[in-house]
C-alpha cells in the first residue's frame, strides 16, 4: 500500500495533506511552523541518546524504550499501527525496520521529522513505503476513530498540558481489542530525577510533575479500565487494551 492510499483509509473527512519533501507529509496549513524541537532536535538526540544521560538523570536506559517499542510492535504482528509524537525516532527506528508492520509515525516538529527519515534510511537504506512521516499535531488529531491496532505515544505526557483530554483521544483512534502503549516521566522520590523534573516545569519545558499514581489514576480514570503499568526509575510504562 502506497502513502495516498495509507492517508486516504485512515485521514478524517476533509483533511488536507501536503507532500514536504522525499518521505515526508504535512497535516499542518501551509503556513510557518516552528516547534520548539525544531531548533533543538540536533542537540536533544545527541543527549538523550545516550546511556549516562537516562541513567543518571532518570535511572533508565536507552535499551528500556527501544524494548517498550519493540513490546508494542509484536503485540499484533499483522496490524496498522501508529506512532503519536514519534520524534526522531531514536529508539524506534530500528524496531519499524525490523518489523513489516505498516506505520504512521507523527510529529508537529519537522526539524525531528527530517532526523527519523535520515535515521531510517541510514539503517535500512531507504524509508520503506509501509512507514509513513507525518507532520500534525496531537491537540488536534486528523485520524479518523477506530483505524489502527496499536498506538505508542513515548515521553509525551509529561510535555502536555491536557492529558485528560488527549488519552480518551487517543485511545478512540484504535480498533476494538486495540492495544494503547504510553511511556511517560514522573516523580517517584528519586532526587535528582525529582529535582530536574521540577526544573523543566518552572523553565515551561514539562507540565506539573506527576507521581506515578497520579498518573496510573489519570490513565484508568480517562480509559475506564486497568492498566498495565510499571515503573523503572522516573520512568512510567503503560500498556491497555481500548
Known amino acids: 500500500m502506497n502513502h495516498s492510499e495509507q492517508l486516504k483509509d485512515v485521514l478524517a473527512e476533509g483533511c488536507i495533506i501536503r507532500r514536504l519533501e522525499d518521505d515526508i507529509y504535512s497535516a499542518l496549513p501551509d503556513l510557518p511552523h516552528k516547534h520548539l524541537y525544531d531548533r533543538r532536535a540536533a542537540a536533544y538526540d545527541s543527549v538523550v541518546s545516550t546511556w549516562l544521560y537516562n541513567r543518571l538523570m532518570w535511572g533508565t536506559s536507552p535499551l528500556d524504550y527501544v524494548a517498550f517499542a519493540r513490546e508494542a510492535v509484536v503485540s499484533h504482528p499483522a496490524g496498522r499501527m501508529v506512532d503519536a509524537g514519534c520524534g526522531s525516532m531514536l529508539f524506534t527506528a530500528q524496531v519499524y525496520l525490523a518489523s513489516h508492520r505498516q506505520v504512521i509515525a507523527f510529529d508537529q516538529s519537522l526539524q525531528m521529522l527530517k532526523r527519523a527519515r535520515a535515521r531510517l534510511i541510514r539503517l535500512g537504506g531507504s524509508v520503506p513505503e509501509r512507514i509513513l512521516l507525518l507532520q500534525a499535531d496531537l491537540s488536534n488529531l486528523v485520524f479518523r476513530p477506530g483505524r489502527f491496532d496499536t498506538l505508542l505515544c513515548m515521553n509525551v505526557l509529561h510535555q502536555f498540558a491536557g492529558a485528560a483530554e488527549l488519552i480518551p483521544k487517543l485511545s478512540g483512534l484504535l480498533v476494538d481489542g486495540g492495544q494503547l502503549y504510553l511511556t511517560s516521566l514522573v516523580s517517584n522520590g528519586r532526587y535528582i530525577g525529582d529535582r530536574w523534573l521540577g526544573t523543566l516545569y518552572r523553565t ?21 479500565e486497568e492498566v498495565s503499568y510499571r515503573m523503572k526509575g522516573n520512568m512510567a510504562f503503560a500498556t491497555a487494551g481500548c
Do not use: I, Q, Y
Open 204 to 224: 515551561g519545558e514539562f507540565v506539573r510533575p506527576r507521581s506515578g499514581v497520579e498518573l496510573r489514576n489519570l490513565l484508568e480514570d480517562t480509559l475506564g
